[in-house]
C-alpha cells in the first residue's frame, strides 16, 4: 500500500502561482510513477502531469504545457507540481496518483489516489 497526502491547495488570483505537494508513505517511493491529475466541477477528472521514477523524464498535458512543473525528491519521498499563471480554467481538486507501470497518464493506470486539494483560481 502507498499512502497519498496532498497540500497546497488554495484560493489565489489569476496570473499567480501555487506550488502543490503530494508526501508518500508505504512503499518505496522510487519504484511509482507518479502523476497529478485535476476534477473541475461537473466534468470528468483529467490527466495534468506525469513523472518518471528517477524524474528524468516529464509529461504535461497541452493546456497546462509551459506553467506547470511537475517533479519530485525521492529522498523526500515527495512530488510536487509548481504552477505559475493559474488561470480560472485551472479551478479544480488536484489529486496525486502512484503508478506501478513504467510510464501512465490513464487514470486506470494509477493504483494509489490521495484524497484531493483544491485550487481555486479567481478572475
Known amino acids: 500500500q502507498v499512502q497519498l497526502v496532498e497540500s497546497g491547495g488554495g484560493l489565489v488570483q489569476a496570473g499567480g502561482s501555487l506550488r502543490l505537494s503530494c508526501a508518500a508513505s508505504g512503499r518505496t517511493f522510487s519504484n511509482y510513477v507518479m502523476g497529478w491529475f485535476r476534477q473541475a466541477p461537473g466534468k470528468e477528472r483529467e490527466f495534468v502531469s506525469v513523472i518518471s521514477r528517477s524524474g528524468g523524464s516529464t509529461y504535461y498535458t497541452d493546456s497546462v504545457k509551459g506553467r506547470f512543473t511537475i517533479s519530485r525528491d525521492n529522498a523526500k519521498n515527495t512530488v510536487y507540481m509548481q504552477m505559475n499563471s493559474l488561470k480560472p480554467e485551472d479551478t479544480a481538486v488536484y489529486y496525486c496518483?502512484?503508478?506501478?507501470?513504467?510510464?501512465?497518464?490513464?487514470?486506470?493506470?494509477?493504483?494509489?489516489w490521495g484524497q484531493g486539494t483544491q485550487v481555486t483560481v479567481s478572475s
Open positions: 496518483a502512484a503508478s506501478s507501470k513504467m510510464s501512465a497518464s490513464y487514470s486506470y493506470e494509477y493504483h494509489y
